[in-house]
């Protein structure tokens, strides 16, 4: 039996590997083709190119990625040995289906935790140069429960930011010299964004400083109402978006002082629910896969048997979208959700699993 365990999860690795890899090319063909020009006009040099691919692949696709192609491994991989007639063999020896994918499911448990750490590690980090590489000399960093941005000669620190109400909360601008010298400090708690992306900052206090004179003291101005020039609308959408950059220790850290401020974290809760329950999936997809794979010993037919899997998978990504809109609208509690999603498919690939003929 070890024999046999080593073989069909040497297949299962192999074909994992080799569907990775031509899935990552295709991708980047895909890519090509559709934004070429952007993509030149941004990115003229080779080594401009692939850097600006090499990042853009982790960031928009791995976490989609890695569960389909265990999916597609382990389908291959138990549906070519079915049309081989392994399976009848195996059969014939006495060894029971369920006992045979054991070894895969344990890999597909491993390459679970492998993607919540690659996610936490290398997809953070892509996703981070690949804002870095599109805005140059720009820059959100997490400190201290807010957010700070950094362009030019500006640092602005926003607690909180909502893109629909075009609102930001907590929000602290620093101006300095061209050598670093803090030239005046802005703040306010409450900033209104108008149709021309300005700024309206209520209630503010600003600092003057002599940079000539760092021991003088701070000339103090109180004002109902300034306004800021400060960026275009991508650059509020990064603000609304800037949790998704965070790692699960900084979004917690994040949570913890919001709660603090006696703030809503109800959508940041969830946001962590859903990156902790994504590396399921690769597990609920291989059970999927199994039933399916086996299936082919009796069908005879690859194409059946992988056009009911793709049905399944997209009503996986209908559901858990439909799921997230609804999470969005309070319409279902967000922490709760996502593990919902994948309990419900997951308990149906457990029943598909059980009636697997022994």
Known sequence: MRILSRYYLTSYLSL????????????????????FEQIMEDHA????????????????????????????????CLGLAARRHELTAVKTGGISPHRMVVPILAAATVLSGAMLIVSETVVLSATRALIRLENPGEEIAYRRGSFWYHRGDTIYSVREADRNLKTLRGVRIFETSPVGRLLQSTQSEFVQVDESNRWHLRDATVRKFDPSNPASPAIVERRAETVVDV??????????????????????????????EGRDVEIFRGMMSARLAEPLTVIVFAMVAIPLGLSVERHRSLATAAVVGIAILGAFYTTRTAATMLSAAALTPATQTPWFVIAGFGGFAAFRLARIPR
């Open 231 to 260: 960026a275009a609308e991508h650059d509020l959408a990064r603000l609304d978006a800037r949790a998704k950059t965070l790692s699960l220790s900084e979004l917690h850290a994040y949570i913890r002082a919001r709660s603090v």
């Open 16 to 35: 994992f590997v080799s569907i990775l890899f031509a899935s990552m090319i295709v991708i980047v063909i895909i890519e090509l083709l559709l934004n």
């Open 45 to 76: 040099g080779f080594a401009d190119l692939a850097t600006y691919l090499f990042l853009r692949l982790p960031s928009y696709y791995f976490r989609d990625l890695i569960p389909v192609t265990s999916f597609a491994a382990v389908f291959f």
